[in-house]
């Protein structure tokens, strides 16, 4: 295997994405390499479910942000829906280096966190951080300096002196063993908690 200092380092493609009043942001780990992107915003990959599970819960329809035609996420109604709802959206990693050629957390050094401060700064009106996956989470809670929430469940933090509930979500990954219908109903209770859905 490589030498882990010689592969290379990348940034973040994306500058993160907070809507005015946001509620709720959702920290993932990394996105995949562009070669598995369908569109160029979160959670790109065709396989990845995030956006199956955000058309369950809010609209209950797997499909709702998925067009058939183009093989492609619907990247303006997902904007939109994202905007009304006050769902801001980035990751953990800034940087990052792969260790192995795929999108795994399990093989990605994060070299350099986000700057959760200055995130949260733009965002004066969000109390609770999902963090999707085990390796966001894992890294959350070290940068807020709190425990690790179990998966499904929250947390109180206190951060810059903001409350804060930090929840791990199940991956929305497909490599991870859920099916999608359950992976929604946790997702729904997160978003019950904090009234976007009852």
């Not at 894992?138 to 933090?157: D, H, I, K």
Request: aromatic share 12%; hydrophobic share 40%.
């Amino acid at each position: 295997m490589e030498d882990d200092k010689n592969i290379a380092i990348e940034s973040h493609p994306w500058q993160p994405f907070v809507p005015p009043h946001t509620k709720v942001l959702f920290l993932g780990t990394f996105p995949p390499k562009p070669s598995r992107w369908s569109m160029d915003f979160y959670y790109p990959n065709r396989i990845n479910d995030f956006w199956r599970v955000m058309g369950i819960v809010f609209f209950d329809n797997p499909d709702r942000f998925w067009n058939a035609v183009s093989g492609s996420f619907r990247l303006d109604d997902i904007k939109n829906f994202l905007t009304e709802r006050g769902i801001a959206l980035c990751d953990t990693g800034a940087r990052v280096r792969r260790l192995r050629d795929n999108a795994s957390d399990k093989y990605l050094e994060i070299v350099e966190t986000v700057n959760l401060r200055a995130l949260l700064g733009m965002m004066p009106e969000c109390h609770t951080i999902a963090a999707t996956g085990e390796k966001a989470a894992t890294v959350l809670s070290e940068l807020v300096g709190s425990v690790p929430p179990p998966s499904g469940a929250s947390v109180e933090a206190v951060f810059e002196n903001r409350r804060l509930s930090l929840w791990r979500m199940p991956s929305t990954s497909r490599a991870y063993p859920l099916a999608v219908a359950k992976k929604a109903e946790v997702y729904a209770k997160l978003f019950r908690s904090i009234g976007l859905v009852r």
